[in-house]
């Protein structure tokens, strides 16, 4: 069985601009979360998506913004770049709900804001 | 709100050594319980999980044990090796409306020399 897999594995963008990360779910899997890991922290929870619906977010503005695909794959936009976006983004799948499954993380996408 | 401590880093070990990361959380719930590894410029893997009180988790001569009593989770390994060298994120999962999320640790990274 696949793996999550993200795209792309790094990225280089000026504040201001916008950016789509990819992710693709494990096969299986039908609940995408993302999260932003900064640098020497872990990471935060950014939001899930269940079925196409946003079902959850943590506290993050909304220039951050989702979408969950009918194959389950996701994307993660953010608007309005700021300096302090620069992370890793992390996708993570899960069968439903992650409590007694745990979660299968993607290698991440490294952003970078100049 | 939920929130996880784990003891501050690096950690550095002999190969053979025994190994004690300590993890103690908050939760309104009744969380499940997880740590993650992560290696150099990778993503998270899940290593072990307890979903209920007294519930051990083991994995890779990894293990924890989910103390509800002393809302503890901490990590043992008899004898690392070099290639244990990582950073370990203790989480919890729990429900955040009809989301369940990681609440993460900020990690302890591990280093194991011979």
Known sequence: ETGVTQSPTHLIKTRGQQVTLRCSSQSGHNTVSWYQQALGQGPQF?????????????????????????????????????????????????????????????SGTRLTVV | GDSVTQMEGPVTLSE?????????????????????????GEGLQLLLKATKADDKGSNKGFEATYRKE?????????????????????????????????????????????
Request: proline residues 5%; hydrophobic residues 30%.
């Open chain 2, 70 to 114: 002393t809302t503890s989770f901490h990590l043992e390994k008899g004898s690392v090796q070099v290639s244990d060298s990582a950073v370990y994120f203790c989480a919890l999962s729990d429900r955040t409306g009809t989301a369940s999320k990681l609440t993460f640790g900020t990690g302890t990274r591990l280093q194991v020399t011979l």
């Open chain 1, 46 to 106: 950014i939001f899930q998506y269940y079925r196409e619906e946003e079902n959850g977010r943590g506290n993050f503005p909304p220039r951050f913004s989702g979408l969950q695909f009918p194959n389950y794959s996701s994307e993660l936009n953010v608007n309005a770049l700021e300096l302090d976006d620069s992370a890793l983004y992390l996708c993570a799948s899960s069968p439903g709900g992650g409590n007694n499954y745990g979660y299968t993380f993607g």
């Open chain 2, 16 to 40: 053979e050594a025994f190994l004690t990361i300590n993890c103690t959380y908050t939760a309104t719930g009744y969380p499940s319980l997880f740590w993650y590894v992560q290696y150099p």
